[in-house]
C-alpha cells in the first residue's frame, strides 16, 4: 500500500544517510553493523534486515558512493579546451564539504578496492574513463593553439588525473595548508606548465589547421 | 638466557612479517587478529600475547609502515638540484614489487589516518617534511638556472609530492598501463615542465649570481 511504501522508502533513505555520515566520519575500517545501527539507535539485528553481511553493508557503501559522485552538483562548462579542462577537474577536488566528505571516501575506498581484484579493476577502469573524458578537451585545446601541437595528450590527462588525485589527498590531510584558493592556484599553475612548449627556446610548431 | 631471547625476537620477527605480508595482501581493512593468526597457523589467542587489541595491531601495522619506510633501500644521489628532486621522487614511485607492496600499505592507511585526528596531523606532518626535504635541491635547481628565477619553490615542491603520490595510485590501481617506463617518462615530463619559464613568449631572467 502507498503509505507503508512511502515508509519503507524512507527508511531506506534513513539507512543510506546513516552509512554516509558514519563513512564520512570514521572511513571504511570504522563502517560495521554495529556503527551503523547505534548511529541509528536500532538493534544490530534490526539493521540485517537491510544488510545481512558486513559485505552487503561495504557494497551498499560503494555504490551509495557512486551513485552522490554521479549526481553531485558540477560547473557549468562553458567554453571549450583547457577551460573545459580545469572546470571539469576543479569538479573533482575538495573545494566544498559534501566534495571534502565524498573525497574522504573514495580516499578511504582505495583501501577495500586495491585488496579485490574486482573492485581494484573497476576502479581501473573508472580511471581509464575520467582520463578519456579529459582527452576531447585537450585535443580541442591543442587545435585552438592552447597546447603545443605534439603534445602527448593521453599521458597529459594521466599527468593530470595523477597531479589532482595526489592534491585531493594532500588536502584531506591538511585542509589550513591547502584551502580553495591554494588548490586553485595549483591546478592553474599545472594547466600553465601543460601550455608551454616543449623547450622555451625552440617555439613549438603551429597548430595544425 | 640468550636462545630463549634470541627464540622471542626471531618469533616477533615472524608475526610482523605475517601482519606486513596480511596488509600488503588485504589492506588494513582485511588486517585482523583472526587474519593474522590464520597467517601464521596459531590461535587467536595465541596472538592476543603479542595484540592484546585490534588497536595495538593497528598501531604495530602503522610503525611497521613507518620503519619499513625508513629503512628501505633508496638510489643514490649524485648530483645537485633537479636531478637530485628526480631521485627522491622515483624512491617514492612503485617500481619494483618490494615499493609496490610498501605504497600499497601507505595508500590502505590513508583510510584510518582521515579518520583519527592525531593520525591525520602526523600524515599532514610527514607530508610536510617531505615537501620541506625537497626544497633545499630545488632551490639549488633555481640557482644552477634549472628553474625559473621567480618560480615559487614551495608551491613546486607540493605539486611534484601531489604528482608523485597521483601516480602512484594510478600505478597501484592499473599496473599494466603504468610500467616503470611510463612512471618515469611521466616523472620526467612533469620534471621538464617545471624547467619552462612562465610564459614562452617572455624568457625568465637571469638565474641569481
Same mark, same amino acid.
Given at each position: 500500500m502507498p503509505p507503508a511504501r512511502g515508509d519503507r522508502a524512507a527508511r531506506r533513505e534513513d539507512v543510506s544517510e546513516t552509512v554516509w555520515q558514519v563513512l564520512a566520519d570514521k572511513g571504511f575500517g570504522?563502517?560495521? #553493523?554495529?556503527?551503523?545501527?547505534?548511529?541509528?539507535?536500532?538493534?544490530?539485528?534490526m539493521l540485517m534486515h537491510y544488510f545481512p553481511t558486513k559485505r552487503a553493508l561495504l557494497t551498499h557503501a560503494l555504490d551509495l558512493l557512486e551513485k552522490r559522485t554521479a549526481e553531485r552538483p558540477r560547473?557549468?562548462?562553458?567554453?571549450?579546451? #583547457?577551460?573545459?579542462v580545469r572546470v571539469m577537474l576543479l569538479d573533482i577536488l575538495p573545494l566544498t564539504p559534501g566534495?571534502?566528505?565524498?573525497?574522504?571516501?573514495?580516499?578511504?575506498?582505495w583501501d577495500l578496492s586495491l585488496a579485490d581484484d574486482d573492485l581494484a579493476? /573497476?576502479? /581501473?577502469?573508472?580511471?581509464?574513463?575520467l582520463r578519456a573524458s579529459l582527452l576531447p578537451h585537450l585535443e580541442a585545446a591543442r587545435d585552438l593553439g592552447e597546447l603545443p601541437a605534439l603534445a602527448d595528450l593521453e599521458r597529459l590527462a594521466a599527468s593530470a588525473v595523477a597531479f589532482t588525485h595526489g592534491l585531493v589527498v594532500q588536502?584531506?590531510?591538511?585542509? /589550513?595548508?591547502?584551502?580553495e584558493e591554494v588548490q586553485t592556484a595549483m591546478l592553474d599553475e599545472f594547466l600553465a606548465s601543460?601550455?608551454?612548449?616543449?623547450?622555451?627556446?625552440?617555439?613549438?610548431?603551429?597548430p595544425a589547421p
Amino acid at each position: 500500500m502507498p503509505p507503508a511504501r512511502g515508509d519503507r522508502a524512507a527508511r531506506r533513505e534513513d539507512v543510506s544517510e546513516t552509512v554516509w555520515q558514519v563513512l564520512a566520519d570514521k572511513g571504511f575500517g570504522g563502517l560495521t #553493523l554495529r556503527a551503523v545501527a547505534t548511529a541509528m539507535g536500532v538493534s544490530t539485528g534490526m539493521l540485517m534486515h537491510y544488510f545481512p553481511t558486513k559485505r552487503a553493508l561495504l557494497t551498499h557503501a560503494l555504490d551509495l558512493l557512486e551513485k552522490r559522485t554521479a549526481e553531485r552538483p558540477r560547473r557549468a562548462r562553458p567554453t571549450e579546451g #583547457l577551460a573545459t579542462v580545469r572546470v571539469m577537474l576543479l569538479d573533482i577536488l575538495p573545494l566544498t564539504p559534501g566534495d571534502t566528505a565524498r573525497n574522504r571516501v573514495w580516499v578511504g575506498s582505495w583501501d577495500l578496492s586495491l585488496a579485490d581484484d574486482d573492485l581494484a579493476a /573497476a576502479q /581501473a577502469e573508472r580511471y581509464t574513463r575520467l582520463r578519456a573524458s579529459l582527452l576531447p578537451h585537450l585535443e580541442a585545446a591543442r587545435d585552438l593553439g592552447e597546447l603545443p601541437a605534439l603534445a602527448d595528450l593521453e599521458r597529459l590527462a594521466a599527468s593530470a588525473v595523477a597531479f589532482t588525485h595526489g592534491l585531493v589527498v594532500q588536502a584531506l590531510f591538511d585542509p /589550513a595548508r591547502f584551502p580553495e584558493e591554494v588548490q586553485t592556484a595549483m591546478l592553474d599553475e599545472f594547466l600553465a606548465s601543460a601550455r608551454r612548449p616543449a623547450t622555451a627556446a625552440a617555439p613549438a610548431p603551429a597548430p595544425a589547421p
